[in-house]
């Protein structure tokens, strides 16, 4: 056995760890987060409505969200990489925590985490779901399809492109949120998102650079 299959397995191996101790932060760390999720001031305040955008945003969002996390999971495991297997990780992890404070603040709200109302109606939008793209920027069964058949650059490449498309339309959409918020907690989250996911578009288009390609648009 050469160096570099010694130490593939080792590298595979360290995801679950990684993984496990996300997870268990993210179960001690957000009751706290979720119990400030109802406040904008520290003292007691009453749950948002259904059709709200402090609702619509959580739902929307926390749907976005799982895409991006179901598409780093499959190019972790289409690329020996390290820096795209990197950043599926951070990926992966920092949306997992942000969907999971936002499912936890509908259930304080005691709201469902799914209505009849369309995509992003509490913006406004008119997106016209298609092929298991919801709303903007997601990408389609299609493309979900085609990236679990690809492998080693040409996975990379698609990966970078689906995720700075899913980026464009989360920052939108966070920033839709902001425009709007009247909760301090969930504003200061959508701010976040719209910080973290333009510096990643920044960073995954360097990255496409360096692959020779381009994002889709």
């Known amino acids: 056995m050469d160096g570099a299959a010694a130490r593939t397995p080792r590298r595979r191996a360290l ?61 972790r495991d289409r690329t020996q990489d390290e820096s795209v297997r990197l950043l599926a990780f951070d990926v992966i992890n920092t949306q997992a925590n942000q969907r999971g404070m936002m499912m936890g603040w ?29 709303m903007p920027g997601m990408a389609t069964n299609t493309d979900l399809d085609k990236l679990r058949k690809l492998s080693g650059r040409d996975a990379e490449v698609f990966y970078l492109q689906l995720m700075i498309e899913h980026h464009k339309g989360g920052v939108a959409m966070a920033q839709g949120y902001v425009d709007r918020a009247t909760n301090a907690v969930e504003k200061r989250l959508a701010q976040s998102m719209v910080n973290g996911q333009r510096a990643e578009i920044d960073l995954m288009t360097d990255m496409l650079q360096k692959r020779g390609a381009k994002p889709l648009s």
């Not at 760390?29 to 999720?37: D, H």
């Not at 209505?115 to 997106?127: C, D, K, Q, V």
């Open 106 to 134: 509908l259930d304080q709200w005691g709201l469902t985490q799914s209505t009849a109302a369309r995509p992003m109606a509490w913006m406004g939008h008119t997106y016209q779901a298609h092929d298991g793209s919801l």
């Open 15 to 75: 995801w679950w760890p990684a993984a496990l101790a996300a997870a268990v932060a993210l179960c001690l760390g957000v009751p706290a987060l979720v119990a400030s999720g109802t406040s904008a001031s520290g003292s007691a305040a009453a749950a948002p409505a259904s059709d709200s955008p402090e609702a619509g945003f959580a739902r929307d969002m926390a749907a976005h969200h799982q895409q991006a996390i179901d598409m780093s999971f499959i190019v």
